[in-house]
């Protein structure tokens, strides 16, 4: 895809070293979305956290778990935390989690920004320096089908990206459903993308040992099992 899509934290490519981490991390997230209800056809962020583990080939027992669990209506109860924070070179990274402990998640958190050159930051520190965006994407489809059934649903984007035969959408948080509905009007089943990120609105250049010690900040957040979502701003 183009670069702000390789900018996301689960990239395409990237996902296969890590595949049991990552059902491990959307298990969670289905789980504690579904535990106020867990019909998607009711809540409609299960329904998209659902979408989304689909696009990373979740497989169903994985997803089914998880719902079942939330159904029991026992297990452990999780806060959604962000921590936000400043890599080498005055870098912006967001770290999204899920935790049953914010003392040791935070203590984790702060000790990956140490130990690479980097601090943790207060509430709203980096946010102003992205944007929440919504990615709806399909293969199969050309870009005039897409913006004519957008234009059907009268859905507004910011941008549209087009690599082979995948036709990827970035639209603003209230267009997001009505992208993939339209999406929907052309047969598209299953999306290839279909999920709510942290795009920055500019970019940052960083080689040599701020390269160095940048990747591997982000390396060790990922790794922590409570961080579901790292974002940032490095090219």
């Known amino acids: ?62 997803i089914d778990r998880a719902l079942d669990k939330a159904r029991g209506g026992k297990g452990e109860n999780y806060d959604q935390v962000r921590y936000e924070g400043y890599g080498p070179n005055g870098s912006a ?34 946010t102003f320096m992205f944007e929440q965006t919504g990615l709806v994407g399909a293969a199969n489809v050309t870009e005039d089908q897409v913006l004519e059934a957008l234009m059907n649903k009268e859905c507004d984007v910011n941008d549209i990206e087009v690599e082979d035969d995948n036709v990827l959408v970035y639209t603003t948080i209230e267009n997001f459903n009505l992208a993939q509905e339209a999406f929907k009007t052309l047969g598209i089943e299953e999306f290839t993308t279909c999920e709510i990120s942290m795009l920055p609105i500019t970019h940052i250049s960083l080689s040599g040992d701020a390269l160095d010690k940048f990747e591997r900040l982000v390396e060790t957040l990922d790794e922590l099992d409570d961080v579901q979502n790292v974002y940032h701003n490095v090219e």
Request: hydrophobic content about 40%; aromatic content about 8%.
């Open 93 to 126: 990274i967001i770290v999204d989690c899920l935790t049953n402990n914010i003392n040791r998640t935070v203590s984790e958190v702060r000790a990956a920004f140490s130990k690479h050159g980097g601090s943790l930051g207060v509430n709203g520190s980096v």
């Open 1 to 62: 895809m183009g670069r702000k899509w390789n900018n996301i934290k689960y990239g395409k490519a990237a996902k296969d070293a890590s595949r049991s981490k990552i059902y491990a991390k959307f298990g969670l997230e289905i789980y504690v979305a579904a535990k106020s209800e867990p019909d998607p056809e009711i809540n409609r962020s299960l329904a998209m956290v659902i979408d989304k583990a689909k696009t990373y080939k979740v497989p169903r027992d994985i």
